[in-house]
């Protein structure tokens, strides 16, 4: 069941401006309820219910934007940083009216699916240490990858500080000098598939996140691009 909520909060919540800016197309007749110009903007309206049009627009309320990023290289997976840009500096406005932030973090260097949300109870669910999420990654790595990484990762290798990771699955797409792979894993340590290829005497000198859980990412974004997930997307950020 909704909660009722002011018609201005509704439409700022929205992006169609501030508080004040609402109130002022309210007194203009921009703003209709179920078929009848409203110039109240403190009107309680529900939004499951309740018809509500902006300038010859039909609103459509939610509560929670989910986007899929297609993140670039050179920016940080934040919400504020003092020196880099952040990922939302390449979100529009509207977008932002809803606060989203990045679902898990990618290297400032690393590109791909980046999700943000604003949706807290689905982050924590997939960032939860127990969910075991799997993340599949492309990467590009100066050695050459054998056989013997496929097995030391199936079984977990020891990272730089003891940490002993869960078992990963690594596919060698090709093997030579700049060896080519994929690469799942179950967990999200710091900076963990570079530290995972060190621990094999490699080094990654390319990434990009593909998949979390099923949800792959969109390979028609380019990078830097974004659009909003699908009821059916949403899903599948969370299954195995």
């Known amino acids: 069941m909704a909660k009722k909520q002011r018609l201005d909060k509704v439409l700022s919540n929205l992006g169609y401006g501030s508080r004040a800016e609402i109130k002022r197309d309210c007194k203009k007749g921009l703003v209709s309820v179920n078929g009848k110009i409203e110039n109240n903007p403190g009107l309680q309206v529900d939004t499951d219910k309740d018809v509500i049009v ?3 627009e039909t609103i459509e309320y939610k509560e929670f934007i989910y986007l899929m990023l297609n993140k670039p290289d050179g920016y940080i997976s934040a919400t504020f940083d003092k020196y880099d840009p952040i990922v939302l500096d390449l979100i529009d406005d509207k977008s932002l009216v809803f606060e989203p932030f990045p679902v898990g973090r990618l290297d400032k260097d690393t590109e791909g699916l980046l999700v943000l949300t604003n949706d807290g109870q689905l ?3 997939v960032l939860s240490p127990k969910s075991h999420v799997p993340k599949t990654y492309y990467a590009k790595i100066d050695g050459i990858v054998t056989n013997e990484d496929i097995s030391a990762f199936k079984e977990g290798v020891v990272l ?32 963990q598939v570079k530290r995972m290829f060190e621990s094999v005497g490699k080094k990654v000198i390319y990434l990009k996140r593909l998949s979390m859980g099923k949800l792959k990412l969109d390979e028609s974004l380019e990078l830097g691009e974004y659009r909003e997930l699908t009821e059916e997307e949403i899903r599948l950020i969370e299954q195995r």
Request: glycine share 8%.
């Open 54 to 56: 902006f300038d010859g």
């Open 123 to 125: 982050a924590h669910r």
């Open 160 to 191: 730089d500080d003891g940490y002993k990771t869960m078992p990963a699955h690594l596919v060698i797409l090709k093997s030579d000098e700049v060896s080519e792979i994929e690469l799942t894993i179950n967990e999200g340590k710091f900076h």
